[in-house]
């Protein structure tokens, strides 16, 4: 009956703390809440999934780092917010953005999960969209011309 749940459940998070370790420190919600990457590349017919190691993440499902946890499987992140803008009113040509897990979604390019770590962290990358400032930061220019 109800006992056997509650010895369960004591057992269970007894595990958890114990594979935290001793030093209280160290017990954070994203140690005990992890986010983890789910996809899958094709090309043609053939699609092969990928998977990105588990990564602490402190949200909830009521803060910006929004991030909405399963219960069911030990509080591992559901459902995130894996693009994030902020936009200022009086500025919008110097917007910022945060894209999780990286610029591409090809595994095999360097830009797969090159936005992770930012993410992470809640550090956001300049989103330049006005003239001015796309010259100063662009590394290269790309000139599209119509063939005669």
């Not at 209280?24 to 809440?33: A, K, N, P, V, Y």
């Not at 591992?76 to 936009?87: I, N």
Request: hydrophobic share 40%; proline share 8%; with cysteine.
């Amino acid at each position: 009956g109800g006992g056997q749940v509650v010895r369960e459940c004591l057992r269970k998070a007894w595990l958890v703390l114990y594979d935290l370790g001793p030093n209280r420190s160290h017990w954070t919600w994203g140690r005990l809440h992890p986010v983890r990457f789910h996809g899958f590349s094709g090309l043609g017919a053939r699609f092969d999934p990928w998977e990105l190691d588990a990564r602490p993440y402190p949200g909830t499902a009521h803060t910006v780092l929004a991030a909405a946890y399963d219960p069911l499987d030990p509080f591992a992140v559901r459902v995130a917010s894996t693009v994030r803008l902020v936009f200022d009113a009086g500025a919008l040509g110097e917007s910022l953005v945060s894209v999780a897990p990286g610029e591409s979604e090809h595994p095999g390019n360097a830009y797969f999960q090159d936005q992770l770590e930012p993410w992470l962290e809640g550090r956001p990358g300049l989103l330049a969209t006005g003239t001015l400032l796309v010259e100063e930061t662009s590394v290269a220019r790309l000139r599209l011309e119509p063939v005669d």
